[in-house]
């Protein structure tokens, strides 16, 4: 608390010449507080000195005060000095002041070329829940700052059912220019696409490339031989990589024939190279097919076209695509084994010829004996090859990485009473629970879990695994406690029995 001494002090202050003691004196006199000091700082809102203007209004707003500061902020908020302008918005939200004076005081301030009076104006009117001037708040949605227009993108949403909102933003959709544009046509829900038609077709040559993304992306929701058919025109002209990546994505999703060209010629972009061995393997022809193989193998195309063209190898499952994979595997770069693996995880998937299983399965368990980072996805391209469950037993005896291990226990399924290996695979699942390796014990119960799923109980002679599943009631491993305690329920001997 100040004294009385030191009130008087910053009262005579006031009236000083130097501008920047009259702005210390009101900001002092801000601090300590009070009612009584109302008057001083409405009066210092009319200050020669932009600094003393600045500080009455911050001074208003630590007031807490409404009534306080609702005649003078709003006119403070244009002010011809941005410094003013910034703390009297500030000090309006804060006090929560309501009324058409503010409300235009913060629509004007939407157009301000500081960000920062952006900001504020657009904090200000969403506690007022209003849009201030929806042409300015829709123009916002293409400001340079993401704070801006991520904040405006957040306002048009709450004023979603304000008529002159929606009916701007459908307009900045059509008209707008740039970011603005691309932003709202992101925005508006996909029943306006209809509406939207023919904007979004002259759209396609848009100046602007974030504009031709978004209208692109919005044609493609739309089943029309038309738009078709204007898309492909669109790409087949398209100079910008960056545009011609959905193109060529959306296009080979549809199958169309009419990727393979426009593919061809992207193929060794950094950009666009990947999307068009996507588009490629959609098309599914055999000129496509040709260009997948050389992107494969090809040492010089950019790593992320060729792990693409490697799961589209994969997913395209031709006479010779095993062949190709498996002779790609061993590639130094990350990326590209990933994309090989996960082709081979299509094959197995769509079903691999009876002579490609053996080398398959080898191949894999050799990667997944490896671990690394694709530990994982190896483990899921494995899933439902039975030619690699005797390595895969090996590796969940004997590996020493704890993740290969977990990986490999995952793979067992331990619930076909047919299978001779079946109760040998249980009892892999018992001696994971003492695992010291939280991955380990976690599939080892799942394990379990998949055979109490099947059969009801566990296998005779495995009654300690009762008092150990209990025990992992209370792991610190959340994932843990619960698999643990869906086994003992399952048992019927779970906490809900």
Known sequence: MRTDHQIAFLLRELAATDPERRAAAVKGLGKAGGAAYVRVFTDAADDPAPSVRAAAALALGRLGIPNAGSEVLPPLMDDEDPAVRRRASVAATRLGIRGQAVTRAFARLLSDPDHHLRINALEGLAALGEPGDATALAGLLGDPDS?????ARALVYRCKDDAAVRTEVIRTARQGKGAARARALDWLPERCTEQLLDSLLTGLGDPSPEVRIAVARRLFDLARPQTQDELAAALRTERDPEVAAPLLRGLGRLGDERVTGPAVRWLRDPEAGASAARALGGADTGTAAAHLRTALTDETFPARTRAAAARAVGAGARWDAVWLLLSVLDDPDDEIRAGVIQGLEALVENGLRLWERHPVAWALVEQLEAGGEHTWRTRNALDGLTQALPAVRRLADEAPSAEVRAAALSLLAGDDESDEHTRHDVLRFLRGLDDPYE????????????????TGSLPPGSEEAHSRLTALTAD??????????????????????
């Not at 704070?147 to 904040?151: F, K, L, P, T």
């Not at 491993?477 to 779970?494: C, D, H, K, M």
């Open 147 to 151: 704070a801006v227009w991520g904040r």
């Open 476 to 497: 610190a491993s959340p994932r843990l406690r619960q698999a643990a305690t869906r086994v003992l329920e399952a048992l019927g001997t779970g906490p809900r029995a």
């Open 439 to 454: 991955a380990v014990r976690y599939e080892a119960v799942l394990g379990l879990e998949r055979r109490v799923t099947a």
